[in-house]
């Protein structure tokens, strides 16, 4: 997975295979900033695009979002059109994400 850094708001797309449901995954590499917070929306019907909620698997918990260094999470996406990983955070700093999707 490659990870790009993000600014406040800025975004890193998903690409999203149509034909199947799947999962997408959210990862942090350890140069990310601690206070660096990712939420992963995806789009249902075209041009609205929805915050989802994500399996931590370092936390093995339920979450709103990815926050911080070494992280990975991951949501099932059934019948989404479109994914994509958002920095939601003002705090500047290092932004590293990356994200892919796997057929389920």
């Known amino acids: ?18 034909t199947r449901s799947g999962v997408a995954v959210i990862g942090t590499p350890a140069v990310t900033s601690a206070t660096a917070v990712f939420v992963l929306e995806i789009e249902l019907f075209t041009g609205l695009w929805n915050s989802v909620g994500v399996f931590d698997a370092v936390a093995q918990a339920k979450a709103d979002n ?39």
């Open 1 to 18: 997975m490659l990870a790009v850094n993000l600014a406040q708001n800025e975004t890193l797309p998903i690409p999203v295979d149509k």
């Open 66 to 104: 990815v926050t911080g260094p070494s992280k990975y999470a991951w949501a099932d996406i059934p019948g989404a059109q479109s994914a994509r990983i958002r920095r939601t955070d003002a705090t500047g700093g290092n932004g590293s994400v990356g994200g892919d999707f796997f057929l389920s």
